[in-house]
Nanobody, 115 residues
Framework: QVQLVESGGGLVQAGGSLRLSCAAS????????MGWYRQAPGKQRELVATITSGGSTNYADSVKGRFTISRVNAKNTVYLQMNSLRPEDTAVYYCNADSGYWAYWGQGTQVTVSS
């Protein structure tokens, strides 16, 4: 089992930046895929970005070139650097750990981008 705690959300103006952190309760080095997802009001949860244990990344088209996912296994932490934020990025952002056999979610952190 692994517990995930997100932080770093908040209110920012359009064009601004935020960095989200996801701290895991145990080593993430063996976890195949760590990811960030988001859910806006009235919408389904959607993938934002993922990163594998080998460092391969995948991004939603809507965030490519603006967001960067990274993982520091030594710190059991995954980051999401978000630049050039837009109002449509407003959502609750969730961290996900997926071993291929099980998956865990964090409680989420709110990101609000004002126009």
């Amino acid at each position: 089992q692994v517990q995930l705690v997100e932080s770093g959300g908040g209110l920012v103006q359009a064009g601004g930046s935020l960095r989200l952190s996801c701290a895991a309760s145990r080593s993430i080095g063996s976890i195949n895929t760590m990811g960030w997802y988001r859910q806006a009001p009235g919408k389904q949860r959607e993938l934002v970005a993922t990163i594998t244990s080998g460092g391969s990344t995948n991004y939603a088209d809507s965030v490519k070139g603006r967001f960067t996912i990274s993982r520091v296994n030594a710190k059991n932490t995954v980051y999401l650097q978000m630049n050039s934020l837009r109002p449509e990025d407003t959502a609750v952002y969730y961290c996900n750990a997926d071993s291929g056999y099980w998956a865990y979610w964090g409680q989420g952190t709110q990101v609000t981008v004002s126009s």
